[in-house]
């Protein structure tokens, strides 16, 4: 007989991503400035938590890394130097217990090969989607659980909010490089999305039904890396 899987974090993932569609809903049709709540990501044991707290630092620096890239390709040079050169903070804050010091000497060699690249303009873009592939490719060395389904729908949830966030401080700002950071998150989220998909229907249904709709908010959010392609409600 097939066993259910255990229904709390798949519960709280649902949740959380539930909060998030309601307010980009919510942004979508708002028409006054006010600030949206802030959904929080709630773990069932200390081991869950750390497993989604070292997944999620590894996911940010993903999204730097795609918002620099989403930059350069149009034209904003400055700009996604700028973002690499953000990317090496994170990466130089993530725990021992999830990186090897090798491991996070070579994705910063990785992020200055793609800084130098952008001087000289060669190679940018195979330079950075090197970094985000070796990003993706390196094992956690953590000591919890690896990066099972209910961390990975709760890592996706946390990117879809960050873009939710860009988007709002956006709308006040009109900065273009607060707006790439939220397309990298969005486009992060979309990329991790269709990556473990199988893995997160076969899970949850509720949850892939979830991050789905979200997904396309936040498509009509950030149409392009262009924020004057940005419809601003």
């Not at 798949?10 to 909060?19: C, H, P, R």
Request: net charge negative; hydrophobic share 45%.
């Amino acid at each position: 007989m097939k066993m259910s899987p255990p229904p709390l974090p798949w519960l709280i993932a649902a949740l959380v991503i539930g909060a998030v569609l309601a307010i980009t809903f919510r942004l979508k049709l708002a028409d006054d400035q006010q600030a949206a709540p802030t959904p929080q990501i709630a773990v069932s044991s200390p081991v869950e938590r750390a497993t989604l707290e070292a997944t999620c630092a590894r996911i940010d620096v993903e999204a730097r890394l795609r918002a620099a890239l989403a930059a350069y390709s149009v034209g904003e040079d400055l700009v996604s130097d700028s973002l690499l050169t953000d990317a090496e903070m994170p990466i130089a804050s993530l725990p021992g217990s999830l990186w090897t010091n090798d491991d996070r000497a070579r994705l910063n060699e990785l992020v200055y090969q793609a800084r130098l690249a952008i001087a000289t303009q060669s190679g940018v873009e195979a330079k950075i989607e090197a970094a985000i592939d070796d990003l993706r490719q390196t094992p956690l060395h953590e000591k919890g659980s690896p990066a099972v389904p209910s961390a990975m729908a709760g890592a996706i949830a946390d990117q879809i909010e960050k873009a939710m966030n860009g988007f709002v401080e956006t709308r006040s700002s009109q900065d273009g490089q607060t707006y790439l950071m939220g397309y990298g998150h969005y486009q992060t989220a979309d990329a991790l999305f269709r990556n473990h998909r199988d893995d997160i229907q076969l899970y949850s249904e509720t949850a892939d039904r979830l991050i789905e709709k979200s997904l396309l908010l936040l498509a009509d959010f950030y149409p392009s890396p262009r924020l004057a392609d940005a419809d601003m409600p």
